[in-house]
């Protein structure tokens, strides 16, 4: 039920990503550039990138491939993301692929560019949605252009240079990348000395920075992030990239913490107090929503949490009255026939309560996936459907979808949840996911992994509506707090016997 830090390797291995596949026959198009990378996890060979570039003469493709294996405590899961940028030589945009397999189902989205519109194509599995989109907002850069301005850039001698991309993994929301001159430098490449530049690189969507090492010829020759465990990617030669890893890396046990003394009990909690404390810099902001409400700490690097299940905090207006908590996505795929299906047979006799259709659908939930593994990175709801199989994550987003279809607003929620044994750890919290629903104008927190709808030992760090392209944006406040945080049990409470659970 605890899930590996997911969140961490999605948003920085989409911060590496370059832009897979084409629209074109294959020997239309001719190679102009290729490069091999090896991408390192917590010290350890995790996968390989490439990414190249070819032309048919009147457009360029930028292509680019990630394969990524790592630990989760006894599984391994391998995911994969492909991308393919399209545009002519005079860098008007043409097309965007973009393919990810996190689950056993890959998703892939085309993004078609017209004069006036984007047409968007999402398909898995041959389930397909065709969707009209307005064109990005403002001015942005094409994979060529961007390398142009770059390279004219580095070669003046600019010191700072900022620009905005679009980025498959963000949708079409156009992002702002800085880069700041540090240090010229050098480095190994095939036996030979090379000179390189490095930077400090800042992207707006997801909030990261890395430090990088370019070549004369403007080349990523080597990338550092760092959130909660180092992710580097070096160049290297196709063999080296593509050769068999030694140790994989473990991104679950890793990212357990371990709170100043034990919670007995901890899924018969109702209330609890909790002081987090970063181990640098400051607390980023976190929401009090459902169950939770945040106090501010003696300063700037803590909070104190309460945490009462039957005293949700009231919705924002524009939160109960934001659209995007009903709508379909890529991952949150309510529209899926079998996931409506799979609702209406849920509520069953609830009747017109929302909260027992709610948590009818918890509980429904919570049975129907008979296979609770860790093999799955991050599943959409209607590939959990028909699979039956996942961890934290499948079990937030199905339950999600389901109540989307039964015209309940609902949203994802990240954060920790204690557990006082996995994986042959005792006592530690582990980010895990669970879903949130608006009832009554409150978010109700509803953790289909649980026999019973929630306890007092979770901490949420972050809200996501899962709409496409969202993720990695609502997901910052998680992204700070991976290997930083320190928990404290100030105090926890029991429901007496007999009193309800319901808020």
């Not at 965007?96 to 898995?124: C, I, N, S, Y």
């Not at 109960?320 to 047979?345: C, F, G, M, T, W």
């Amino acid at each position: 039920m605890l899930k590996h830090q997911r969140l961490v390797l999605v948003l920085l291995v989409w911060a590496v990503v370059g832009l897979v596949s084409s629209l074109a026959r294959a020997d239309d198009w001719q190679l102009v550039e290729e490069h091999w990378y090896v991408v390192e996890l917590a010290g350890h060979k995790a996968g390989w990138m490439t990414s190249s570039i070819h032309s048919d003469g009147e457009r360029y493709r930028s292509d680019s491939q990630v394969r990524l294996s790592f630990g989760r405590g006894p599984a391994t899961t391998t995911i994969e993301f492909d991308s393919s940028f399209v545009e002519s030589h005079q860098g008007e945009p043409v097309s965007l692929k973009f393919r990810q397999k996190m689950g056993r189902q890959p998703v892939q989205t085309l993004w078609e560019f017209a004069a006036d519109h984007v047409v968007q194509t999402t398909e898995q599995a041959g389930r397909e949605t065709v969707t009209e989109l307005p064109l990005p907002e403002g001015d942005w850069l094409t994979p060529m252009a961007m390398g142009r301005y770059w390279l004219q850039q580095q070669q003046s001698g600019a010191q700072e240079m900022t620009y905005r991309i679009i980025d498959p993994a963000n949708g079409l929301s156009p992002m702002a990348v800085t880069h700041r001159f540090i240090e010229e430098d050098v480095m190994q490449r095939d036996g030979q000395t090379v000179a390189v530049t490095v930077w400090r690189t800042t992207t707006e969507k997801p909030p990261l920075t890395a430090t990088e090492k370019y070549d004369p010829q403007g080349t990523l020759m080597y990338q550092a992030v760092t959130a909660g465990f180092e992710m580097i990617t070096r160049i290297a030669t196709k063999a080296e990239a593509l050769a068999k890893p030694g140790q994989q890396p473990e991104l679950l046990v890793a990212t357990f913490i371990k709170p100043d003394e034990p919670i007995a009990g901890s899924r018969r909690t109702t209330t609890a107090t909790l002081r987090l404390r970063t181990k640098k810099g400051a607390m980023p902001p976190l929401p009090s929503a459902g169950a939770q409400r945040v106090e501010v700490g003696d300063d700037a690097g803590s909070v104190i949490l309460h945490v009462d299940i039957n005293d949700n905090q009231r919705a924002p207006a524009d939160e109960a009255q934001n659209p995007a908590y009903l709508q379909a996505s890529a991952v949150i795929d309510s529209k899926d026939e079998q996931i409506h299906q799979l609702a209406v047979r849920a509520v069953g006799r609830a009747g017109d309560d929302l909260y027992e259709q709610a948590e009818a659908m918890r509980s429904f939930v919570h049975r129907y996936i008979s296979n609770k593994d860790l093999n799955t990175a991050f599943a959409t709801a209607s590939e959990v459907a028909r699979l039956k199989s996942g961890d934290c994550s499948e079990h937030a987003v199905l339950l999600c979808a389901m109540l989307r279809t039964q015209e309940i607003p609902a949203r994802i929620a990240v954060g920790l949840i204690y557990a006082e044994s996995f994986l042959q750890q005792r006592g530690v919290f582990g980010w895990h996911m669970w879903t949130q629903a608006l009832i009554d104008g409150k978010w109700v927190d509803f953790d289909a992994t649980l026999r019973n709808r929630y306890h007092a030992a979770h901490v949420l760090t972050s809200t996501s509506d899962l709409a496409d392209g969202a993720f990695s944006q609502q997901m910052a406040g998680a992204l700070q707090l991976i290997g930083n945080l320190e928990i404290d049990v100030v105090e926890v409470g029991y429901e007496r016997l007999g009193a309800t659970s319901r808020p």
